[in-house]
């Protein structure tokens, strides 16, 4: 009714907030390293990029930081004890392997912030889990392997030059 293309709820816009506010907090040693990024002048937030792959698959992308050396992208995360091993599931091989190819840059990280406020228990201080993550060269090969997989996918089924119909796809495969 008020004619807004996005809208959070208040408890939501309060929980970024406190989430901000933590981050920001000189006090707070945990972020220092995120802290020390998003205040060198020599990074910038929200880096658009447009490029081709084997020239011919156009691909955008928008990174949250980008640095003279690395690529850094943010996220939340409801575990991030367990980013690590759900990375691949959420494709992030395949994120950094098309921002490094997009952005021509040598090194990609990524930066998660538990979404749950936790306190301490000796202290009763309010915390967040915070995981720094680079990647590694296996890492983004994997990523490359299964943007190749879906390339092939989309040729076969999706593009102007199909040869198969995707309705009569049928997986065949061993576990």
């Known amino acids: 009714e008020n004619n ?24 707070n040693i945990k972020a220092q390293p995120l802290r020390d990024v998003l205040k060198d002048f020599n990074c910038q937030t929200e880096v658009p990029k447009v490029g081709k792959f084997y020239n011919k698959y156009d691909f955008k992308c928008k990174a949250d930081i980008v640095c003279s050396d690395i ?4 996220k939340t995360s409801g575990d991030v004890f367990s980013f ?9 091989d395949t994120q950094a392997f098309i921002y490094l190819a997009l ?22 201080e309010p915390y967040y889990d915070i995981g720094y993550f680079d990647v590694s060269k296996e890492f983004v090969n ?14 076969k089924y999706y593009s102007d030059n199909r040869t198969h119909k995707i309705e009569e796809m049928i997986i ?4």
């Open 4 to 27: 807004l293309e996005f809208a959070l709820k208040k408890t939501e816009a309060d929980e970024i907030k406190n989430m901000a506010e933590w981050c920001m907090d000189e006090k």
């Open 71 to 74: 690529i850094i992208d943010l």
């Open 84 to 92: 690590k091993r759900n990375a691949p599931y959420y494709n992030y």
């Open 103 to 124: 952005f021509k840059l040598p090194a990609f990280k990524f930066i998660a912030v538990g979404k749950n406020k936790k306190y301490y228990a000796h202290s009763g």
């Open 142 to 155: 994997q990523g490359k392997e299964k943007l190749e997989q879906a390339l092939t996918i989309y040729e």
């Open 172 to 175: 065949h495969d061993k576990l």
